[in-house]
């Protein structure tokens, strides 16, 4: 499970993550690309409809518009990887202690 106030978190300490940034947050851009992943969305333009169609299923995790394409390419380009390399080492540390 995810904890959307760590990766909040993580969004604000990770230099640059949250620059420049007026809805799209961090945790926002997390959510469309596992959305995206799991769905086996490719291009951008195949997430963007997958998202536009599913607006009202996904309300409850905080996207409550429709992000477009052009955002999400911005998106991309200005929020560093090391946000989504924190968020996977974060989540990796929490669940691989409680495997053991």
Same mark, same amino acid.
């Given at each position: 499970? *995810?904890?959307?106030? #760590?990766? #909040? #978190?993580?969004?604000?300490?990770?230099?640059?993550?949250?620059?420049?940034?007026?809805? !799209?947050?961090?945790?926002?851009?997390?959510?469309?690309?596992?959305?995206?992943? *799991?769905?086996?969305?490719?291009?951008?333009? =195949? !997430? %963007?409809?997958?998202?536009?169609? =599913?607006?009202?299923?996904?309300?409850? !995790?905080?996207?409550?518009?429709?992000?477009?394409?052009?955002?999400?390419? %911005?998106?991309?380009?200005?929020?560093? #990887? %090391?946000?989504?390399?924190?968020?996977?080492?974060?989540? !990796?540390?929490?669940?691989?202690?409680?495997? %053991?």
């Amino acid at each position: 499970m *995810l904890d959307k106030a #760590q990766i #909040q #978190q993580i969004s604000l300490e990770t230099l640059g993550s949250e620059r420049y940034v007026k809805r !799209l947050t961090g945790w926002k851009h997390l959510i469309i690309m596992l959305f995206g992943v *799991l769905k086996h969305f490719d291009p951008l333009r =195949e !997430l %963007e409809i997958g998202v536009k169609v =599913e607006t009202m299923n996904l309300s409850h !995790l905080g996207l409550d518009y429709v992000v477009h394409c052009s955002t999400l390419v %911005e998106a991309n380009q200005r929020r560093p #990887q %090391e946000f989504f390399a924190k968020v996977y080492t974060s989540l !990796l540390t929490r669940y691989t202690s409680n495997v %053991e």
